[in-house]
T-cell receptor, first 114, second 114 residues
Framework: NAGVTQTPKFQVLKTGQSMTLQCAQD?????MYWYRQDPGMGLRLIYY???????DKGEVPNGYNVSRLNKREFSLRLESAAPSQTSVYFC?????????????FGEGSRLTVL | AQSVSQHNHHVILSEAASLELGCNYS??????LFWYVQYPGQHLQLLLK??????LVKGIKGFEAEFIKSKFSFNLRKPSVQWSDTAEYFC????????????FGKGTTLSVSS
């Protein structure tokens, strides 16, 4: 039972490059989320998808795009990476629509933008 | 928009000391409240949650939290900490309505010395 799987786990980019972080969950959860974690800032919500076919902006959506490909997968894309996007990115999922219960987190993806 | 404040950035305790971590939120309506823990090198895990009912909720590993509506607070407590409680603790809140997502506080790092 894999839970929430994120790829890649580590990535180094140059400023202006693009990349996509992939996330998949095998728990048949309805909602999925992307957070970034920075020292002293806690976790900040980038985008979320309360259900298949919907996406919504979180606290810090600028510079990112997302795609809820199907119920299992929720990808995060950086079109033109900037050093300010250096962070650890966590994907999470929940059975209910966000507010109703426990979030299950992936292992995280550490991104460095030079 | 709702927000979460955690008063203590870093708490240092000796084993067997009592713990209380403060959390206040700003939102005028009904909320669901959570505490998550992140052990070194791991992803976030749920400690406990409050939706309704008894304002004193018990979680895993001997943790408990008390919801005080009049103070917009949800403080985490543990009577006697152990070295293994060394971790980062996050308070999170979400409005009790469909289609919303958890907003996290900035976290409190707990260091327990043996």
């Amino acid at each position: 039972n894999a839970g929430v799987t994120q790829t890649p786990k580590f990535q180094v980019l140059k400023t202006g490059q693009s990349m996509t972080l992939q996330c998949a969950q095998d728990m048949n959860h309805n909602s999925m989320y992307w957070y970034r974690q920075d020292p002293g800032m806690g976790l900040r919500l980038i985008y979320y998808s309360a259900s298949e076919g919907t996406t919504d902006k979180g606290e810090v959506p600028n510079g990112y795009n997302v795609s809820r490909l199907n119920k299992r997968e929720f990808s995060l894309r950086l079109e033109s990476a900037a050093p300010s996007q250096t962070s650890v990115y966590f994907c999470a999922s929940s059975l209910g629509q966000g507010n109703t219960g426990e979030l299950f987190f992936g292992e995280g993806s550490r991104l460095t933008v030079l | 928009a709702q927000s979460v404040s955690q008063h203590n950035h870093h708490v240092i305790l000796s084993e067997a000391a009592s713990l209380e971590l403060g959390c206040n939120y700003s939102y005028g309506g009904t909320v669901n409240l959570f505490w998550y823990v992140q052990y070194p090198g791991q992803h976030l895990q749920l400690l406990l949650k409050y939706f309704s009912g008894d304002p004193l909720v018990k979680g895993i590993k001997g943790f408990e939290a008390e919801f005080i509506k009049s103070k917009f607070s949800f403080n985490l407590r543990k009577p006697s900490v152990q070295w293994s409680d060394t971790a980062e603790y996050f308070c999170a809140v979400t409005p009790n309505q469909a289609g919303t997502a958890l907003i996290f506080g900035k976290g409190t790092t707990l260091s327990v010395s043996s």
